[in-house]
């Protein structure tokens, strides 16, 4: 079975600071696709950040980026120079065919100005 | 480009009632997948269509179920309501695969929050 688990239910962090995300996985799929998703008060996941699975380079985008570790089924959010927009529950997911994803139960982040 | 849309925003039912959800999914994208979130439980996968069939179902009851229409807008539907079914319904739209797009990733809508009382 394929599982997603995120142990911080919460963190917070001061606008301009960096922040790490925790996720690992487990699953027995080799070809698979990890995520980060955002969801602010407004309901809406958006997404974060994409990684492949067979990609050894870690992704990045703007100020987000991943620590990727296959071997260890760990997954990693950094967001650098928080903004107070970045304050939302952020979700890690896992996905390996159709679209069938498979989320943890969430991180609440609080930038605090 | 409009993003995904589901209708509607919010929706309160009775214990018993039947209720249908709709989502109109990004210009051009065919396959749309539906999620369940609530407190307990979290996101949870409900079912996935491409093309009109059904290629991927979660762990879900009967009572559940969905369909896909010819221009790709999607509906779904919950049959003899119950307390638990009270929850935030996503639906999210890809291209798919064979339309040439190498990118799969997943753009949600807001969701409808259906209220079972």
């Known amino acids: 079975a394929q599982t997603v688990t995120q142990s911080q239910p919460e963190m917070s962090v001061q606008e301009a600071e960096t922040v790490t995300l925790s996720c690992t996985y487990d699953t027995s799929e080799s070809n698979y696709y990890l995520f980060w998703y955002k969801q602010p008060p407004s309901r809406q996941m958006i997404l974060v950040i994409r990684?492949?699975?067979?990609?050894?380079q870690n992704a990045t985008e703007n100020r987000f980026s991943v620590n990727f570790q296959k071997a260890a089924k760990s997954f990693s959010l950094k967001i650098s120079d928080s903004q107070l927009g970045d304050t939302a529950m952020y979700f890690c997911?896992?996905?390996?065919?159709?679209?069938?994803?498979?989320f943890g139960a969430g991180t609440r982040l609080t930038v605090k100005p | 480009k409009a993003g995904v849309t589901q209708t509607p925003r919010y929706l309160i039912k009775t214990r018993g009632q039947q209720v249908t959800l709709s989502c109109s999914p990004i210009s051009g994208h065919r396959s749309v997948s539906w999620y369940q979130q609530t407190p307990g439980q979290g996101l949870q996968f409900l079912f996935e269509y491409f093309s009109e069939t059904q290629r991927n179902k979660g762990n879900f009851p009967g009572r559940f179920s969905g369909r896909q229409f010819s221009n790709s807008r999607s509906e779904m539907n919950v049959s003899t309501l119950e307390l638990g079914d009270s929850a935030l319904y996503l639906c999210?739209?890809?291209?798919?695969?064979?339309?040439?797009?190498?990118?799969?990733?997943?753009?949600f809508g807001s969701g409808t929050q259906l209220s079972v009382l």
């Open positions: 999210a739209s890809s291209a798919g695969p064979g339309t040439g797009a190498t990118n799969e990733k997943l753009f």
């Open positions: 990684q492949e699975a067979y990609k050894q």
């Open positions: 997911a896992f996905e390996w065919g159709h679209n069938d994803m498979r």
